[in-house]
């Protein structure tokens, strides 16, 4: 079903998500390959951002498991769970900077309560992170103080400041101009690349989508569950699913069968 | 919903009205159950739409199939030819007949069809039936039970943290702490010392107008320093902070909520109640029994501008009198009133903030709300003191 092989770094079993007892999305399963980058897909508000807030330890579930390897996340105690959270980093939908603190001290954080490096080597690792992410010589600013793209690349570094075998992306290009947004892509496939990092991307960008997704599961908000998963580009090849195909072709497609040639490319 | 009374409103004017109309509306009487409607002239929304009359007359004669909605010469044209003609095909759907919109202009023809298909999207959200009032009171108590555990397991979070205070272990940073010293200690003076200077006058003043009667005016001095040290200064003092400090935490800390800055360290394994609600607390719990103090003498110095300028004393005297009416349990009691009251008011505030919803209306809600607990805490709080210190005779 999936594009890329591997050991799966987390896998979601029959988990339900919701708010007060209602559920958003119901009954998911799937798991995530080492070495890929997995997308979240779905119309706006179908539970994307729920859903990722179950897996990094953020919403408690209704029903169903979170497994990192062989560990399921919520029956963890919270040591457990807190001891699991460092294998991972979060990218939130608007960058959740710190505000308070200047970039580099955002990225610096973590790695000052868990790490044993001296505040220099820090601050060396911090500056190093952001080089990475194209923010060399930001690093004294305030996250009010620079650019929504910048704010998310900063996040991004933070979220790699542990150097995490696993990286979840909220919406990392969204309200981004495509040439910013084609970098943030370009940054994740790099650090895949480079780092061996496994993704998590939520995102309801289709050129994003098709860009740096490799497997995926795509979330339906009317019905509140998963209508398809597997490659979004293998989807958009071979899906019957009418809402999945509306979706990838950006609502060209009405009828049935294959989608309209001119979008497959 | 709307279009048969603003058919209604719209359409009455006078004679003069009547003719401008026909200059920019003419409808056909009905050939072969079809009926013309020329639409002419300016249709823009600076003048009042035309009667829907004639249309309806024509429908009302019966018989009619087909609407032919025409451009007989249409001059400049904006959205208010759009609502009129979606009045008539409504109207026209009432009495099962069909418009022809085709020989419109094409703007006119592809505004139609977009708002057309826009309609007929679902809405993706319907408004819940408001429940019936059994099923209301059990949410509510459910509401309440949940805010109850919800308080307790916050209670439980900042317990640990002062915990790991207690042992070293505290993650917080230093700066965060004295940033929140600063802004609740000197950034307040202003306000404290002028409300505190203001009830300490208008004690001495009231006391004064009261004792004078009974020739006892140098008791003035007592009751304004017994009610100052013991009580007053901490809780107005208390009050401001609410007001002052634990609103400002609330948008604080509800801001950082709305930026998901709270769930990035929950992430990381920090615990807000350690990183953020440890050090403001600390903060408001080390500053108040300061500005309590503070607060003291300012307000015996109001008391002291009555007894002199009012009463006639001299400073010395009124200063005697006062060291002789207080001790030390007074002064005692006061300040651990305003250490509790600190505490209080940061913890309100630090709640509110924390269980803030995702929105800026949100963040307003959670600020009024730290107020309003803040207040009412060190109301509260005020009691159990002054009851504890009477069973325990202080
Ligand atoms: N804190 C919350 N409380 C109640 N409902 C929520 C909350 N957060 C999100 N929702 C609801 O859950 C649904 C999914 O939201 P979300 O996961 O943010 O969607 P998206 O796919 O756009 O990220 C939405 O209908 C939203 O209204
Ligand atoms: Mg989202």
Same mark, same amino acid.
């Given at each position: 079903?999936?594009?890329?092989?591997?050991?799966?770094?987390?896998?979601?079993?029959?988990?339900?998500?919701?708010?007060? #007892?209602?559920?958003?999305?119901?009954?998911?399963?799937?798991?995530?390959?080492?070495?890929?980058?997995?997308?979240?897909? @779905? #119309?706006?508000?179908? %539970?994307?951002?729920?859903?990722?807030?179950?897996?990094?330890?953020?919403?408690?579930?209704?029903?169903?498991?979170?497994?990192? @390897?062989?560990?399921?996340?919520?029956?963890?105690?919270?040591?457990?769970?807190?001891?699991?959270?460092?294998?991972? %980093?979060?990218?939130?939908?608007?960058?959740?900077?710190?505000?308070?603190?200047?970039?580099?001290?955002?990225?610096?954080?973590?790695?000052? =309560?868990?790490?044993?490096?001296?505040?220099?080597?820090?601050? +060396?690792?911090?500056?190093?992170?952001?080089?990475?992410?194209?923010? $060399?010589?930001?690093?004294?600013?305030?996250?009010?103080?620079?650019? %929504?793209?910048?704010?998310?690349? $900063?996040?991004?570094a933070r979220a790699i400041a542990l150097d995490p075998r696993l990286v979840y992306l909220d919406e990392p290009s969204a309200g981004l101009d495509p040439v910013t947004a084609r970098h943030i892509d370009d940054l994740v496939l790099g650090l895949r690349e480079a780092l061996d990092i496994t993704f998590v991307v939520v995102t309801h960008e289709l050129a994003s989508?098709?860009?740096?997704?490799?497997? #995926?599961?795509?979330?339906?908000?009317?019905?509140?569950?998963?209508?398809?998963s597997g490659s979004p580009k293998e989807l958009l090849e071979s899906s019957r699913d009418p809402r999945v195909l509306r979706f990838l072709t950006r609502g060209e497609w009405r009828g049935e069968g294959s989608p309209p040639k001119e979008e497959r490319s | 919903m709307h279009r048969t009374d603003r058919k209604?409103?719209? %359409?009455?004017?006078?004679?003069?009205?009547?003719?401008?109309?026909?200059?920019?509306?003419?409808?056909?009487?009905? =050939?072969? @159950?079809?009926?013309?409607?020329e639409l002419r002239g300016p249709w823009t929304l600076d003048r009042p739409l035309p009667s829907l009359g004639p249309v309806e007359a024509a429908l009302a004669r019966g018989g009619v199939e087909r609407l032919r909605v025409t451009d007989g010469g249409l001059g400049e044209w904006d959205s208010s030819v759009l609502v009129y003609? =979606? +009045?008539? =095909?409504?109207?026209?759907?009432?009495?099962?007949?069909?418009?022809?919109?085709?020989?419109l202009p094409r703007g006119i023809r592809t505004l139609l069809e977009l708002a057309r298909s826009a309609r007929g999207r679902p809405i993706e959200r319907v408004e819940q039936p408001r429940p019936p009032l059994l099923v209301r009171v059990g949410d509510r108590a459910v509401w309440a039970w949940r805010g109850a555990v919800d308080g307790l397991e916050f209670g439980g979070e900042v317990a640990a943290a002062v915990w790991r205070f207690v042992r070293g272990r505290a993650r917080y940073r230093r700066s965060d702490l004295l940033l929140a010293i600063q802004q609740c200690g000197a950034g307040a003076l202003p306000i404290v010392s002028l409300l505190n200077f203001l009830v300490g006058l208008i004690l001495g003043f009231v006391a004064a107008t009261q004792l004078r009667e009974w020739g006892a005016e140098i008791f003035v001095a007592n009751l304004v320093g017994?009610?100052?040290?013991? $009580?007053?200064?901490?809780?107005?003092?208390?009050?401001?902070? $609410? #007001?002052?400090?634990?609103?400002?935490?609330?948008?604080?800390?509800?801001?950082?909520?709305?930026?998901?800055?709270?769930?990035?360290?929950?992430?990381? @394994?920090?615990?807000?109640?350690?990183?953020?609600?440890?050090?403001?607390m600390m903060a408001l719990g080390l500053m108040m029994?300061?500005?309590?103090?503070?607060?003291?003498?300012?307000?015996?110095?109001?008391?002291?501008?009555?007894?002199?300028?009012?009463?006639?004393?001299?400073?010395?005297?009124?200063?005697?009198?006062?060291?002789?009416?207080? +001790?030390?349990?007074?002064?005692g009691v006061g300040i651990f009133s305003a250490a509790v009251f600190g505490v209080l008011v940061a913890l309100a505030g630090c709640y509110k903030g924390l269980r803030c919803g995702r929105s800026a209306a949100a963040v307003g809600e959670a600020t009024t709300s730290a107020v309003v607990i803040g207040i009412v805490s060190i109301v509260v709080a005020m009691a159990f003191i002054t009851w504890g210190c009477n069973i325990l005779g202080i």
């Open positions: 079903m999936s594009a890329a092989t591997g050991v799966p770094v987390v896998t979601v079993e029959g988990l339900t998500l919701g708010y007060g #007892g209602a559920p958003v999305q119901r009954d998911l399963s799937f798991s995530v390959p080492r070495g890929s980058v997995f997308v979240v897909m @779905g #119309g706006s508000g179908c %539970g994307k951002s729920t859903l990722l807030r179950g897996m990094v330890g953020l919403l408690p579930p209704l029903a169903g498991r979170v497994l990192y @390897g062989e560990t399921s996340f919520w029956d963890a105690g919270p040591d457990g769970r807190e001891a699991l959270s460092r294998a991972f %980093g979060v990218l939130f939908q608007g960058g959740a900077l710190w505000s308070s603190l200047t970039l580099a001290e955002n990225v610096a954080l973590p790695m000052r =309560e868990y790490t044993a490096l001296s505040p220099g080597e820090v601050q +060396d690792l911090a500056a190093y992170k952001l080089a990475l992410v194209g923010l $060399a010589g930001a690093e004294d600013r305030y996250p009010a103080e620079v650019s %929504g793209g910048m704010r998310k690349r $900063a996040g991004l989508i098709l860009a740096i997704g490799n497997d #995926g599961i795509f979330l339906d908000g009317g019905t509140g569950t998963a209508i398809a | 209604r409103t719209v %359409g009455a004017p006078g004679a003069s009205g009547e003719a401008l109309d026909a200059e920019r509306l003419r409808c056909g009487p009905p =050939e072969n @159950g079809e009926v013309r409607v003609i =979606e +009045d008539i =095909e409504a109207m026209a759907a009432e009495r099962g007949a069909l418009v022809d919109t085709g020989a017994i009610g100052m040290v013991r $009580a007053l200064a901490a809780v107005v003092t208390g009050v401001t902070m $609410a #007001g002052r400090t634990g609103a400002s935490f609330a948008a604080q800390l509800g801001t950082m909520q709305v930026n998901e800055e709270i769930d990035a360290l929950r992430t990381f @394994g920090i615990p807000p109640a350690e990183f953020l609600v440890l050090p403001r029994p300061l500005l309590a103090l503070y607060a003291v003498v300012v307000g015996l110095l109001g008391g002291a501008v009555v007894g002199i300028s009012l009463l006639h004393f001299t400073l010395a005297e009124y200063a005697h009198q006062t060291y002789r009416a207080l +001790d030390l349990t007074d002064l």
